[in-house]
């Protein structure tokens, strides 16, 4: 079901844990949009650091910035509709993400770093370990003053979340 707004694409965004990835899934499908998972676009050498408990080196996050606006990109060519997930942790390269996308709504999905880690622990067959975590939030450069940015608090169900994202959307 195609909705009417002036989004053409979702950002979801936020720390591993945050659900960015299972939102971004169930928007797609209800919103009937494409849905790329941001981890996809990772080099084997990002997941091989990360697997290992390291953080992304700046030449390997950019470059997988750089693979996320390419795509973006033909898909704002494209006038195709598109949810993605991708942690967001960097201003600058929100900055680069919301250029290649076609009039974006970021969704900052915003958690304690207890509830994170919970869900970090429960999660299997991840590349992304619960070590990465304090990485993660040290390295987040939170979205205040962005004003296409969305925080929604992870502590809520995913029906709250999906619903409150679908309001904004409608405008």
Known sequence: ???QTCYQS???MGVAG???STMARLLAEQLGWECLEGDDF???QGKQMMAA???LAAELRQQWVERLCSTLIQ???QQQHTVLSYSGLIKTQREQIRAASWAPLFVYLKGSAELLSQRLAERKNHFMPESMLASQLATMQEPLAEDDVLVLDISQSTG???QQV???LKG
């Open 166 to 168: 679908l309001d904004k």
């Open 1 to 3: 079901m195609q909705q």
């Open 53 to 55: 408990g390291q953080p």
């Open 10 to 12: 979702l950002v979801l």
């Open 42 to 44: 990772h080099s084997e």
């Open 18 to 20: 945050s659900g960015k």
């Open 75 to 77: 898909h704002q060519q």
């Open 160 to 162: 709250q979340l999906l």
